[in-house]
């Protein structure tokens, strides 16, 4: 995700590191590179005028600071204005005082809004509610079903047309016909005391007048709370103009960036809530109903600079562990005492708990450095950590400490790894207890990736 753009900026920072003062040509010169790293990555030329006058401006002005150097000023202007263009805040989902509330996706067929759906839907039961999924896109073949497995997969029951007459164009009124199809959906919603229904409409594969007017007349028929417009942040420099023709034929209320995972220039995710106006509500970050997040621009904008994402770490975390257990590791990196291997053993088995190692790691602070090294990543790795930390005595692993050569042999033979293996744990561990110091002295905000600029 922003691999590319986040490699060049950060680069670009690091030049900054060594100068003292920054003169105007110094910060012409990193307006310069961020501008091409920018255009590089797909993001809209209007948005990127806008964003690199308001940087070279903010950072012409910046008064001479004792707490951060001039790198680290600049870090922190850039970082500011990708919250300002990400959409600022995080926009909750609003739902309607007297349910059920309507939430309607719109996109381009391929965009994701099927999958995303299911996400949503799964999501929102998660937190309570009792979502209705309706299939109102009857323009491609297997739509219906794809929506039936997906719901079923969410554990969130569909309204679907009578199988066999799905829209392959004769039109049966209230079944072939999606307006109608949407429409029964709110009915059965109503009837059937589900708080949140969710239409999936049909896209085609380019921006036409016949799919606007369809989405327009559900629009109509359900008067949805949200529009949500679904888009694939890799169409790239297509994204504004496409975004644009939704804002003006169904006039969405958020955006939903879809594909986030497979996608190395990502300009598309950083122009469409700026150019449109409308906040990026939720990211899709794979395949799996559970690769979903809620958006917020300012843990994206300290992603983008490498300065991880430990929040969103910290959310998935809980998810994966029980409560009790959560809470106690907040704390912890919150006070940065006391983290001990037990605790980086807790960590390493909800991370294998949570399906993608390696999309966890690219959230740590720091960590774009070692994004080649992440490719390679082995998830059998967890077990043999595992196997090395379940060898040690409760002593040796609140006091690693007191491994001496011996305890580390027995360990080794314990867990069927070299001594080495045992050293080069106990090292990475030591390497994340000192992460968490930092970000505890940070006061939480995770920084790391700064302290050596
Ligand atoms: P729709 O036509 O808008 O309903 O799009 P679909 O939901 O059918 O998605 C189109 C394809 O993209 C499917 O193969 C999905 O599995 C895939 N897809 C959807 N969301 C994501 C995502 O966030 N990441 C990746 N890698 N693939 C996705």
């Known amino acids: 995700m922003f691999a590319t753009l986040s490699d060049r900026l950060t680069s670009t920072f690091k030049n900054l590191r060594t100068k003292g003062r920054l003169s105007e040509a110094d910060i012409d010169a990193t307006v310069r590179e961020i501008r091409r790293a920018l255009l590089d990555a797909d993001v809209a030329v209007p948005v990127v005028r806008a964003f690199t006058g308001a940087v070279r401006e903010r950072a012409l002005s910046v008064e001479v600071s004792g707490a951060l150097n001039p790198a680290q000023q600049v870090v922190k202007i850039v970082n500011d204005e990708l919250v300002a263009i990400l959409g600022g805040e995080n926009r909750p989902l609003r739902l309607a005082k007297n349910p059920p509330s309507v939430i309607m996706l719109a996109g381009l067929q391929g965009a994701g809004k099927t999958t995303l759906a299911g996400k949503l839907a799964l999501h929102l039961r998660e937190q309570g509610h009792t979502p209705l999924l309706v299939a109102a896109d009857l323009q491609r073949p297997n739509a219906v079903t794809q929506l039936q497995i997906v719901g079923e997969r969410a554990g969130v029951p569909v309204f679907a047309p009578h199988p066999g007459n799905q829209g392959h164009g004769e039109v049966d009124p209230g079944f072939g016909d999606p307006v109608g199809v949407a429409r029964e959906g709110l009915a059965a919603a109503k009837a059937r005391q589900h708080d949140v229904l969710i239409v999936d409409t049909a896209g085609r594969l380019g921006v036409d007048a016949e799919l606007m007017a369809q989405a327009a007349d559900i629009r109509d028929a359900v008067q949805p709370d949200e529009i949500l417009f679904v888009i694939d942040a890799m169409i790239g420099q297509d994204a504004v103009a496409t975004a644009q023709a939704f804002a003006d034929g169904v006039d969405f209320t958020g955006v939903v960036l879809s594909k986030l995972d497979g996608d190395a220039r990502g300009g598309a995710a950083l122009s469409v809530a700026s150019v449109t106006g409308r906040p990026i509500m939720y990211a899709s970050t794979g395949e799996k109903l559970t690769d979903f997040e809620v958006f917020h621009p300012d843990r994206m904008a300290s992603r983008i600079l490498d300065m991880g994402d430990v929040l969103t770490l910290i959310e ?79 002593a040796e692993r609140r006091t690693p400490k007191i491994i001496n050569g011996s305890r580390r042999a027995r360990i080794a033979a314990g867990s069927g790894t070299s001594p080495s293996d045992v050293n ?30």
Do not use: C, H, W, Y
Request: cysteine-free; proline content about 4%; charged content about 25%.
């Open 424 to 453: 080069g744990l106990l090292e990475r561990f030591a390497g994340a207890q000192k992460m968490m110091r930092q970000m505890a002295r940070s006061g939480g905000m995770p920084m790391p990736g700064m302290g050596n600029l």
């Open 316 to 394: 998935q975390a809980e998810k994966a562990f029980d409560a009790d257990q959560a809470e106690a590791m907040a704390g912890k990196i919150a006070s940065g005492e006391d983290f001990t291997l037990e605790d980086f053993l807790q960590q390493m088995q909800a991370m294998k708990n949570m399906g993608s190692m390696k999309k966890m790691l690219g959230m740590l602070p720091g960590m774009g450095q070692m994004r080649e090294a992440l490719d390679n990543f082995d998830e059998r790795e967890v077990d043999r950590i595992e196997a090395i930390i379940r060898s040690m005595t409760p």
